[in-house]
């Protein structure tokens, strides 16, 4: 995107957590609930 390189924060004051580390931070948590989630029910499976 040509027209945002120059500036440094596109985003208003209100939505400046939405940077890479937050991002980061809820695709990890996702993955652990979903692995969480998998191995709980491939253990209820084999029982």
């Known amino acids: 995107m040509i027209v ?3 500036s ?3 985003l208003p004051e ?3 957590f939405l940077k ?3 991002w980061l ?3 990890l948590a996702f993955a652990l609930v979903f ?7 491939r253990l ?3 029982r």
Do not use: F, I, K, M
């Not at 692995?35 to 029910?41: I, S, T």
């Open 44 to 46: 209820a499976e084999r």
């Open 20 to 22: 890479p580390g937050w």
């Open 4 to 6: 945002l390189q120059g």
């Open 14 to 16: 209100g939505l400046q």
């Open 35 to 41: 692995v969480y989630g998998y191995r709980r029910g």
């Open 25 to 27: 931070l809820h695709v």
């Open 8 to 10: 440094t924060s596109v």
